[in-house]
């Protein structure tokens, strides 16, 4: 595998390893890598620097704000080379301490060994490390071996299901990149107390879904086999409930014609991505157009 990084990412890397530190690229970068994507956002774990060390360090190759109580994640901005902020971070455990996407302990630790600070990670094609010191690939979960079979997977079952936020990310990650969900992990979405999410996070996982998947359908009709729709949208429950006149619509119900148009929504507005809010609203005008049929 190759990833082509820009220049000011190259010398970061190079300062890292001068420290003593082990930087890798990780998370999308390195999974749409696999795939022959574009290099989009790029992601950093340090292993073996102190916080302290990699503050200072960070500090001079650009702009740096800290994010995150518990848990620092840098955001590097003024990279050569980089659009926005460069996501810099140390190897991190978490565990379970509340309900919902924020219940969630992180603590970092630099010394902890590849395999455990992937395990952390959603699903096994999120969870390769890239060294391009060496243009070594770390595949701990073997997420490239999913990825070329298809199929998406939890790294950990025991621990997956401590952030429902995840149960939407297969959403639609399943529905982007065409996935199929392996069974036990397609079980423990289903399974995933959503109502403990705010509304925002769940809106963000949708937006990436109609904006994102060349058909969104794949998505929504993860959302109605889980049984996710009377959270994230029952709105769109009435609509399969709905038949229509089979000489003007003969694909079936509204639900149906639904999924069709949202598709067909999503190819004719791809040339707007550019124009996010105008994107989005034409797939959310796409999305809701039928939802007076149910009433009247």
């Not at 200072?56 to 740096?64: D, M, S, T």
């Not at 590097?76 to 659009?83: A, K, P, Q």
């Not at 490390?129 to 690939?137: I, K, N, Q, R």
């Not at 036990?184 to 403990?196: G, K």
């Amino acid at each position: 595998m190759h990833i082509d990084l820009p220049p000011g990412v190259l010398r970061l890397f190079a300062d890292v390893r001068s420290a003593g530190g082990w930087p890798f690229v990780v998370g999308g970068a390195v999974r749409d890598a696999a795939l022959g994507l574009p290099l989009k956002d790029i992601d950093v774990e340090v292993f073996g620097l102190a916080a302290q060390g990699l503050e200072r360090l960070l500090g001079a190759h650009g702009r740096l704000d800290a994010v995150g109580q518990a848990f620092r994640v840098y955001k590097l901005s003024g990279v050569e080379g980089v659009d926005g902020a460069l996501d810099v971070a140390l190897p991190r455990r978490d565990s379970k301490v509340g309900p919902g996407h924020r219940g969630i302990l992180v603590l970092g630790d630099p010394e902890l060994p590849i395999d455990e600070a992937a395990r952390r990670r959603d699903f096994t094609m999120n969870a390769m490390l890239f060294d391009p010191a060496t243009g070594e690939l770390h595949d701990p979960w073997d997420g490239r071996r999913d990825l070329e079979a298809r199929v998406l997977r939890a790294v950990d079952p025991s621990t997956f299901g401590d952030d429902p936020l995840r149960a939407l990310r297969a959403v639609q990650f399943a529905a982007r990149y065409e996935l199929e969900v392996e069974p036990a992990t397609a079980a423990l979405c289903a399974a995933m107390p959503l109502a403990e999410l705010p509304p925002e996070r769940v809106f963000v996982e949708i937006e990436k879904l109609l904006l994102k998947a060349e058909e969104p359908s794949r998505g929504l009709a993860l959302l109605k086999a889980w049984g996710m729709l009377p959270v994230v949208a029952p709105e769109l429950l009435p609509l399969e409930a709905t038949p229509q006149d089979p000489a003007w619509h003969p694909e079936g119900d509204v639900w149906v014609h639904t999924l069709q148009v949202v598709d067909e929504a999503a190819t004719l507005a791809a040339d707007l991505a550019a124009d996010r809010p105008r994107h989005l609203a034409v797939m959310l005008g796409a999305l809701c157009h039928d939802l007076g049929k149910p009433a009247t």
